[in-house]
């Protein structure tokens, strides 16, 4: 069974730090990773999206990195700002006709002014 | 192009009775996921629906069911709840095998 876990689970730094969140998995045979945003009680927000073929993408100041080989993602966000805190979930799927994601349990991050 | 929708934002039963939370699908988008999502965790995968059948399950018993309609928006139904099942519960679409879109969630709180 694929297990996702995200360290740290929690984070606070002052506006303007540049920071990484990673994620790792056990099962290194994965489809898709997906890197999501979540603020309090809301849904999820797609950041990045990682397919089978690709190792990197990059959004503005956001930049996923996959290394499938040894089962680890790690998300790059510069020059922090407040409304960046959320919680930051990464998930992975499993097949191509089948897009079950295993999501980590997230990243708090608190970004300070 | 409208994203994706749920209903009702939050709902409030009491154990025993039996809820049915809605979807509709980001236009263009053929499948449709539940998760559930306890306080504090990642969420969970419920079951998936690909062209109105299903396309896989996880780890959920069979009171969780669903349905998925030509237009591809779906329904999740809960018999039987018990306080456990009180969680946000999300509804992603995508094309098959592409990345997921969510929707805002359903709170469920069960007394």
């Known amino acids: 069974k694929q297990e996702v876990t995200q360290i740290p689970a929690a984070l606070s730094v002052p506006e303007g730090e540049n920071l990484v969140l990673n994620c790792s998995f056990t099962d290194s045979a994965i489809y898709n990773l997906q890197w999501f945003r979540q603020d309090p009680g809301k849904g999820l927000t797609s950041l990045l999206l990682i397919q089978s073929s690709q190792r990197e993408q990059t959004s503005g100041r956001l930049n996923a990195s996959l290394d499938k080989s040894s089962g680890r993602s790690t998300l790059y966000i510069a020059a922090s700002q407040p409304g960046d805190s959320a919680t930051y979930l990464c998930a992975v799927s499993r097949g191509s006709n089948f897009n079950k994601f295993y999501f980590g349990s997230g990243t708090k991050l608190n970004v300070k002014p | 192009e409208t994203g994706v929708t749920q209903s009702p934002t939050h709902l409030i039963k009491t154990r025993g009775q039996q809820v049915t939370l809605r979807c509709s699908s980001q236009s263009g988008h053929n499948t449709v996921s539940w998760y559930q999502q306890a306080l504090g965790q990642g969420p969970q995968f419920i079951f998936q629906?690909?062209?109105?059948?299903?396309?896989g399950r996880g780890n959920f018993p069979p009171r969780f069911s669903g349905l998925q309609f030509p237009n591809y928006s779906s329904e999740l139904n809960v018999n039987a709840l018990e306080l456990d099942d009180s969680a946000l519960y999300l509804c992603a679409s995508s094309l098959v095998s592409e990345g997921q879109f969510f929707g805002p969630g359903t709170r469920l709180t069960v007394l």
């Open positions: 629906y690909y062209r109105e059948e299903e396309n």
